[in-house]
């Protein structure tokens, strides 16, 4: 099994930064691509950011520029930095882990099979 533990999410206001940490364990091996998604009141579950094991990433559209995900040395913990942030950005987030590439599960959530329990992110305006 692979466990992960999102951290850091909390309330700030429109224009604000915020960092999300996400510790990985268990059997990493397991763990080839890394992913934030995030999941707004009444909207369906989208991808925000994915990292591979050798640092490639993939971002969301909507948060481009403003949102950075990273991974330590040991990738054992991920983050995501956020920036410039928008009440759009309410949401909880969730970090997850997928067997595969990112360019195979890039866009496929079905192939994140490892999911922590998210923590909640408020913006206000």
């Known amino acids: 099994q692979v466990q992960l533990v999102e951290s850091g999410g909390g309330s700030v206001q429109s224009g604000g930064s915020l960092r999300l940490s996400c510790t990985v364990s268990?059997?990493?091996?397991?763990?080839?691509?890394m992913g934030w998604f995030r999941q707004a009141p009444g909207k369906e579950r989208e991808g925000v950011a994915a990292i591979d094991r050798g640092g490639a990433t993939r971002y969301a559209d909507s948060v481009k520029v403003r949102f950075t995900i990273s991974q330590s040395n040991a990738k054992n913990t991920l983050y995501l930095q956020m920036s410039s942030m928008k009440p759009e950005d309410t949401a909880m987030y969730y970090c997850a882990a997928s067997p595969y590439s990112c360019s195979t599960s890039w866009g496929a959530l079905s192939t994140f099979l490892y999911w922590g329990q998210g923590t909640q992110v408020t913006v206000s305006a």
């Open positions: 268990g059997y990493t091996d397991r763990a080839d691509c």
